[in-house]
DNA sequence: TTCCAGGTGCATA
DNA sequence: TATGCACATGGA
């Protein structure tokens, strides 16, 4: 995959490594709409659109260089790609989901996004965060920015409970005491098993929505949450074992560095295909 | 109606 | 340390 940022228009050329379906429904990101074909996203106050062309696609917004980072254009996909097919599990989820980017995303609505996602379905959380950005986010014209956390100071409790966050309601109230934009980007500094630790002991974020934060925002790939679906992989295609931790640590010795990736290949794999059939 | 969704916090032993 | 249960809400 080759881009060329023009104008401030990112144009990326093939379409093997980058499927702006794959990479906004994969489940790593909550804030997307789908605007006939096109996809526009929200990230803190900015907003990209996606509109797919012939041999790629071009992403217009009003800065460039932070959607280049937050696409993760720079690292090669293939690479890891065909480092991850040897696996044979992979081998139908990078088929299926072969688009799929790891978005580097804002620390703070990371952090608010995934305590919301805890036990939830995709669409409530969506719905959720929807409502959370109208009512406090800054008015951008077209769409509403992810409330600053001085904003979210200003609410107590019921205010979320009023916007549908149920029982998480007291955990965003808590958080946003615990912590602050500054010390979530020091946090950065330290390595992966450390950070962890940091995360964990914050209001409405245990091991799963931590490495969630640790994914998505800190952009670390040593990491695998596991969540019901992902454990029900595991029950079904590596051995029957009930206990998420021990799941966790298996999959995380097992790719390592790849970790992040194969979790996310292997999620969307499970939600949208396994899960279907399932229902069916 | 019951079950489930990108689980966590807390009490109990 | 480990197990069990309560916790809002909406869709299937």
Redesign the pocket.
Known sequence: MKYKIVNNVINISGKEDFNIKDILE???IFSFDKQGDDYVVYSRDKCAKVVESEDGYKIMTNDSSYFENFFDLKTDYSKIKNTLKKEPILKGPIEFGGGIRILKQDLFETLISFIV????????IQLILNRLRKSLGKDMGTYHAFPTRESMLKKDETFF?DI?A??RAG?LYKVIRQVDEEKLKEYDNLKTPELRNKLIV?????????D?ILLFGYGRKDVF?V????AKMYNKYYEPLE?REKIREKLVEKFGNLAGYA??YL?YFM?SFVGNNE?S
């Open positions: 994969c489940g790593q996602s805890a036990n939830n379905n995709i669409k409530r409970k549908g149920g029982y955990y914050l209001s409405g974020v245990g091991p799963k929505v931590a969630c949450p969540d019901t679906w992902i206990n979790q996310q999620f939600r229902h």
